[in-house]
Structure formats: structure tokens, C-alpha cells
């Protein structure tokens, strides 16, 4: 049995019973929290003690989204699902690009979102035991510490990885020099490969991309209708 907490935030009662319940049964802590700026405060008091945080779109006081760019603000590595009626494709992508790890699109199987939590702690717990290996990968100029998940460039400033940059960034270090399929990447960290995790996978690699733009010589190339390569050319 688990004992992660998770910080659950979700108006709608019924729903809200439901999750929690089932997730309780799954040996997780819950604190279901019905707005976002009650959330935002618990979170601010008890940061240290969540290993994840479930978020509705819509709530009242402070949204889904805002709540997930204050969060980010003060933690960039603990993992953020969104659960969302939002239809539009848009909504979702918004949602990875303020710093979202997934969503989950209403109505989701309870078993769907087991999976994904699980798919998230079980990184946690690999990073935080795995001290058998060297843990850290040169590229470029840059220094990519994959237990802590960070990103040191050049000029020495630190970027604090989220959850999905971190797996994203170790599964090219892994095949450097390699294009790697987009139907590949996406399997490997979705476990799925259709067009709407493909528009989720481009938003990462644009946030990868911005943190790689200091060393001219470290790329992530597009290859088109094909999918991506890193490289890094010696200097």
C-alpha cells in the first residue's frame, strides 16, 4: 500500500467523493480541497508533505490554471495532473505549457487515473533510491543531474526540471545522436501515441528547447514527418 500524498482539488462533490474514495482505497492520502485559493494555501504550508497534485480546470476562487502557475512557482519538480471538461485542444495544451505534467480529459476511468499517478511516483521513488549510478550527463556545456532533476547551463543558472521535461530530456541524453520516432516518445512516456499526446509532446520539447538556447552547439532537431534529434556538437 501507498502512503503519497496527493493534493486533490475539485468542486464538484460528487466527483470529488468518488476520486478520493477510490484513491484512498489505493492506500494514497488525499486532501480534496474545493478551491483553488484554500488549496494554494494548504499547499504553501504543507509543500514538503505532497508528492502530487490533482487539479480541476474550473474552480472558484483561484482556477485551475493559476493555481498550477503558483504551485510552479514555488515547487518546478512535484508532478501536476489536470482533470478538465475543457474540450478545446487549446485548453489542454495552455495546461503543459504553465507547467502541467498531464491532464485527463472528464469523463476518465478511475483505473486510467491510477495510472498515470502511479506512472509519476514511481519516477519519484527511482530518482530519490537509484544512487548505484552516476547520475548526472554532460551535454553540451550543459549538466543534466537526472536524480534531482535540474539542468545547469553554461553560465551556471539552474533550471529545476517538472516531472515530464526531466523524462523527456533523460530519453534523448539515451539516444544521442539518434532521431527518435515520435510514435517512439510518445509510447515510451504516454504509453500511447495519438495526435492530442502528439501536440502535448511538441510543448515539451518547445520548454526543452528554451532551456537548451544558451550553448548554440546543443540541439533538438525536427525532423519532419519522422520526429526528433538531440545533438551536440564538440566545441
Do not use: G, M, W
Given at each position: 500500500m501507498s502512503s503519497k500524498k496527493i493534493l486533490f482539488v475539485e468542486d464538484d462533490p460528487t466527483l470529488g467523493f468518488v476520486v478520493k474514495d477510490h484513491l484512498t482505497l489505493e492506500g494514497y492520502i488525499i486532501e480534496w480541497i474545493k478551491d483553488g485559493q484554500t488549496a494554494f494555501e494548504t499547499f504553501e504550508k504543507e509543500e514538503n508533505n505532497f508528492d502530487l497534485c490533482i487539479f480541476d480546470v474550473m474552480?472558484?476562487?483561484l482556477d485551475g490554471f493559476e493555481l498550477a502557475q503558483k504551485v510552479r512557482a514555488k515547487n518546478k519538480q512535484?508532478?501536476?495532473?489536470?482533470?478538465?471538461?475543457?474540450?478545446l485542444q487549446e485548453d489542454r495544451l495552455h495546461a503543459l505549457r504553465i507547467g502541467a505534467d498531464d491532464y485527463l480529459t472528464k469523463p476518465f476511468s478511475i483505473e486510467e487515473l491510477v495510472l498515470k499517478i502511479e506512472v509519476f511516483l514511481r519516477r519519484s521513488v527511482i530518482s530519490q533510491t537509484d544512487n548505484s549510478k552516476n547520475s548526472s550527463i554532460k551535454i553540451g556545456n550543459y549538466i543534466f543531474d537526472i536524480k534531482n532533476m535540474s539542468l545547469l547551463s553554461p553560465s551556471q543558472k539552474k533550471?529545476?526540471?517538472?516531472?515530464?521535461?526531466?523524462?523527456?530530456?533523460?530519453?534523448?541524453?539515451?539516444?544521442?545522436?539518434?532521431?527518435?520516432?515520435?510514435?517512439?516518445?510518445?509510447?515510451?512516456?504516454w504509453g500511447d501515441d495519438d495526435y492530442f499526446l502528439g501536440r502535448s509532446l511538441d510543448v515539451f520539447?518547445?520548454?526543452?528547447?528554451?532551456?537548451?538556447?544558451?550553448?548554440?552547439n546543443v540541439k533538438i532537431e525536427n525532423i519532419p514527418r519522422v520526429g526528433f534529434k538531440i545533438t551536440a556538437k564538440a566545441v
Open positions: 474552480l472558484p476562487k512535484i508532478p501536476i495532473l489536470f482533470l478538465t471538461a475543457k474540450s533550471h529545476s526540471l517538472t516531472s515530464r521535461e526531466a523524462e523527456l530530456l533523460e530519453l534523448f541524453c539515451k539516444n544521442k545522436e539518434q532521431v527518435l520516432r515520435r510514435e517512439f516518445i510518445l509510447t515510451e512516456l520539447i518547445s520548454r526543452l528547447r528554451k532551456y537548451l538556447k544558451e550553448d548554440s
